[in-house]
């Protein structure tokens, strides 16, 4: 899909996006840092995120950045990944540079103090416990990620490892995150919306291009060793049923593999007519539910299988009936029809993702991130490329015991 955009770099470094779209009285404004929670210590984890709630405390001008858009007709979050931080801010066309005076303040003058870092801290953490310690399998991926990657940054989520880690965080903390990540050189900004691309690229140079650049060093992140032996674990849990969790270890978005493994993942778990549910789910009885999904994380990921099990299977049953539908993936081909299905739905959800604005502004900058907004043009003919002799390459090579990591999630109950 070829949606027109230009681009253009502030002497500063910040890379600018802009896109005209007429068919909307509304604009997007995406700001995206180059930090995620692969960039933390992995002795003081969740500060990217933590990092992300601080932004929205005020800066220097701006002392209630929700309300000043509110006031406007705008609305505005964000979210941090393990691969970076997200901003957004929707706002009508005439009220646009609003949002770019509004973030670069931030950029440039976030208020940080000790009274404030305690306020975010105390939100965080009770963040952690609703979602992920008081909430049925929340707790899942805690035990999952550092079971599947053992050396990567990708062995936390982005919550972080424990409160504890979130509670320890200094003032001093954040101004050194502060100054490492926020800066216009670690950034990209991208606008659609009915305004006109010099008028972005006039608006961005006003706002932001006085910032001085931060000069990052180049990202240096420790290899994760191949898996040459499968893993499990087993937690036991006040839940109502057993789940079952498996990690494979896959390439990153950027890479072929990407595309395969997420046809594959379609093929498995997309729907009704998917092999799992009509295998697993319909006609064996195994699982009430049950999904296959790849991370799309921007290093190497994961491609994921969860699934909570019926009464009385054991966990050998479920193993095994999972085994059976990748051995039909590794063995036999996938036939044309079957393929030309998954592909349909794949296109025409890349087309539905970039109607918004709000998405094709976050899409162009995630794209520029992986290497150039170019890109976004590309993905309906990658997936179009997969092959039923790709798909069994990959799975032949990926999923695999060997390249397995298990998380038993055992209720109580039972």
């Given at each position: 899909?070829?949606?027109?955009?230009?681009?253009?770099?502030?002497?500063?470094?910040?890379?600018?996006?802009?896109?005209?779209?007429?068919?909307?009285?509304?604009?997007?404004?995406?700001?995206?840092?180059?930090?995620?929670?692969?960039?933390?210590?992995?002795?003081?984890?969740?500060?990217?995120?933590?990092?992300?709630?601080?932004?929205?405390?005020?800066?220097?001008?701006?002392?209630?950045?929700?309300?000043?858009?509110?006031?406007?007709?705008?609305?505005?979050?964000?979210?941090?990944?393990?691969?970076?931080?997200?901003?957004?801010?929707?706002?009508?066309?005439?009220h646009i540079e609003t949002a770019f005076r509004l973030e670069s303040d931030r950029m440039q003058n976030l208020t940080i103090n000790k009274t404030r870092l305690s306020v975010q801290q105390k939100v965080v953490i009770e963040e952690y416990r609703q979602r992920y310690l008081n909430q049925p399998y929340g707790d899942a991926t805690l035990f999952l990620r550092p079971l599947t990657f053992t050396k990567h940054p990708y062995g936390w989520s982005t919550i972080g490892k424990s409160i504890e880690h979130i509670e320890s965080v200094t003032v001093e903390d954040v101004r050194s995150f502060y100054n490492t990540f926020y800066m216009p050189d670690n950034a990209i900004l991208s606008v659609v919306g009915d305004i006109a691309v010099e008028d972005v690229f006039a608006l961005a140079e006003k706002w932001f291009g006085h910032i001085p650049r931060g000069g990052r060093e180049k990202r240096s992140l420790p290899v994760e060793p191949q898996q040459v032996s499968p893993r499990l674990q087993r937690i036991t849990r006040n839940v109502p049923v057993n789940a079952l969790y498996r990690n494979y270890h896959v390439g990153g978005r950027g890479e072929k593999s990407f595309y395969v493994f997420d046809i594959i993942s379609d093929i498995l778990s997309n729907g009704e007519s998917s092999r799992f549910y009509i295998e697993l789910v319909k006609k064996e009885q195994l699982f009430s539910d049950i999904d296959a999904y790849v991370s799309g994380d921007i290093e190497p990921g994961t491609f994921s299988i969860s699934g909570r099990l019926n009464d009385g299977v054991s966990y050998e049953r479920a193993c095994e009936g999972i085994e059976r539908q990748l051995e039909r993936i590794r063995s036999e081909s996938v036939g044309d029809y079957e393929l030309a299905k998954v592909k349909n739905k794949v296109e025409t959800a890349l087309r539905f993702s970039n109607i918004k604005v709000l998405d094709k502004a976050l899409n162009f900058a995630f794209f520029e991130l992986l290497g150039d907004a170019l890109l976004i043009a590309d993905e309906a003919k990658k997936y179009a490329a997969v092959t039923p002799s790709m798909i069994k390459e990959h799975a032949c090579r990926c999923l695999i015991d060997s390249n397995c990591s298990t998380l038993e999630y055992v209720s109580d109950k039972l």
């Open positions: 899909m070829n949606i027109p955009f230009e681009k253009h770099i502030l002497s500063n470094g910040l890379k600018v996006i802009a896109s005209r779209d007429t068919a909307t009285p509304l604009c997007a404004f995406n700001l995206l840092y180059d930090a995620g929670a692969k960039d933390e210590n992995h002795e003081k984890t969740g500060f990217a995120h933590l990092f992300e709630h601080l932004m929205f405390g005020g800066s220097k001008n701006v002392k209630n950045f929700d309300e000043e858009l509110e006031n406007i007709g705008g609305e505005n979050n964000a979210f941090t990944n393990n691969d970076f931080t997200n901003y957004y801010i929707s706002v009508p066309r005439e």
